[in-house]
């Protein structure tokens, strides 16, 4: 349609979103999903208004400068925006969005998978039916209880608090460290510690919940792995360089830590082959946001975030 804005989708999305993107612009597509290179990027954004992206595509400094004068906003289909150099579009006067909210409640169901999958060796189980079981024995896989265990969740925004519930329910003791405080209706009588080592100290899940920034990268180095209390379980939904991979990794062999529950790693989609090598990591291929709801929910979000920009509205996500 004459006048409609221009687009560029940078990877395949679900069907019902590519639907309302296509009803409302000049939508370029990625229907066989190659990660565009950045040159192929560059390219395909000339003359377009807008770039719908996603957390693989590499929106640093150099590449928002070569982007061409059309383009206006970046909505990112995704919540974590480290991918994307803010300052360097807010020089640029570029628009950026992101898709908070609407991926909460699945990516903490996937944190409670990955602390029954990591406690109770479901990596080991599911390799044991296809290869060598031999039937129940009394000792067989004995794994952690989650019961009356505490529960130190780092970073209470709105997907640890999302964990947290689900974890009460399962019996466990809420523990938490935040930049700043929460009020105690939204504490739900879960133990503030004022730093994060104290929450280490306390920890016998740790559950990884805070954003990737120069001052969480690396977080959980050897130092910090040494204050938790004995046959730890570390969960990670967060980004993977929150860990450092080499000491996790040396953690689990030397059984430090009990395991480890990882739906992110520094590096995807190549992970450290050393935790393949760690029976008692529990490794999921970022699947926290996976379900068809919460992809679609992104999708839409993304778009309400461009409808705003073009409508000349503020939109609901900005963070330029
Ligand atoms: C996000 O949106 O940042 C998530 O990591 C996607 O699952």
Redesign the pocket.
Known sequence: MPGQKKILITRKLPDAVINRAQASYQATLNNNDEPYGVDQMIELAQEKDAVLCT?TNDMSRSVIERLPNSICAIAT?????EHIDLEAAKERGIIVT??PGV?TEA?ADVALLLILGASRRAREGAAMITTDWSGWTPTQLMGLSMQAKRLGILGMGDIGRACALRARAFGMEIHYHNRTRLSPELEEGATYHETPEELLKVSDFLSLHCPLAPDTKNFLNEKRISLLPPNPVVINTA?GPVIDDEALIAALKSGRVAAAGLD?FDGEPKLNPGYLDCKNAFLLP?????TIETRNA?GFTALDNLDAVFAGKEPPNKLV
């Not at 970022?286 to 996976?290: C, D, M, P, Q, V």
Request: hydrophobic fraction near 45%; avoid cysteine.
């Open positions: 957390l289909f995704s919540v974590g925006y992101n898709t991926l990516t980004r992110v970022h699947l926290g946001s996976a992104m």
